[in-house]
């Protein structure tokens, strides 16, 4: 067959084009996908991951990751008054998700105290019978007398206390008087009898206890 001359030069034009396709793809970024959702199915690509901790602690660990380039480490173009700015934009940042997290973490707090009252409520007629019963010597002695005695204790654990005392000044916030009678030997209104209990937990009374209170004369 003749031989071309060409060739030589063909073969040397494709080497080129060879070299000049793969150094631009070298040039291309790379984009690495670090979404824990697919955008387009909305399921986990990470399950095993989903349980690693909830979601403020999860976005704390992303803020606290986040550092910000110094003024001559910033890329070329930008300048220092960019390089503040980045700063600021991420302290307010900063400051935002910590109140937020105060305000979860004060959410959750009264959550829990709301679902303990919301117990205790629940169990206040419980404690009822136990006083009526023990009034009438049904509890004193025998394993409902042991039963009783570990629902109180059980109960003050979280912070129910029993309002039932007599010989003190009449108190409107947790007494409710049902009936006054003249008393000879006080100077104030006071509590002569509890005839039922009252309750509070902390601060919060929960059910005033209803009282006969002695006037002065």
């Known amino acids: 067959m003749p ?84 700063r600021d934009d991420l302290r307010r940042l900063q400051a935002e998700y910590v109140n937020y997290r105060k305000r979860v973490e004060r959410d959750r707090a009264v959550a829990g105290e709301m679902a303990v009252i919301g117990v205790l409520n629940a169990l206040l007629p419980v404690l009822d019978d136990v006083d009526a019963a023990r009034q009438h010597g049904d509890l004193a002695d025998g394993p409902f007398a042991a039963i009783a005695a570990k629902l109180e204790s059980a109960l003050k654990t979280y912070g129910l206390v029993r309002i039932e005392e007599t010989g003190v000044e009449f108190d409107p916030t947790i007494h409710e008087a049902l009936i006054q009678q003249p008393g000879n030997d006080v100077e104030f209104d006071t509590v002569s009898q509890v005839l039922r209990s009252g309750y509070k937990s902390g601060d919060r009374v929960l059910r005033a206890a209803q009282v006969i209170v002695a006037v002065p004369a």
């Open 3 to 86: 031989h071309h001359g060409n060739e030589e030069e063909h073969g040397s034009s494709e080497s080129r084009r060879d070299a000049e396709q793969r150094e631009n793809e070298a040039e291309k970024p790379v984009i690495h996908d670090n979404r824990k959702v697919d955008p387009k199915t909305g399921q986990a690509r990470h399950p095993d991951q989903a349980d690693s901790g909830d979601a403020l602690s999860q976005a704390e660990d992303i803020l606290n990751s986040v550092e910000v380039p110094a003024a001559e480490s910033v890329a070329q173009g930008a300048g220092a008054a960019e390089a503040d700015e980045l």
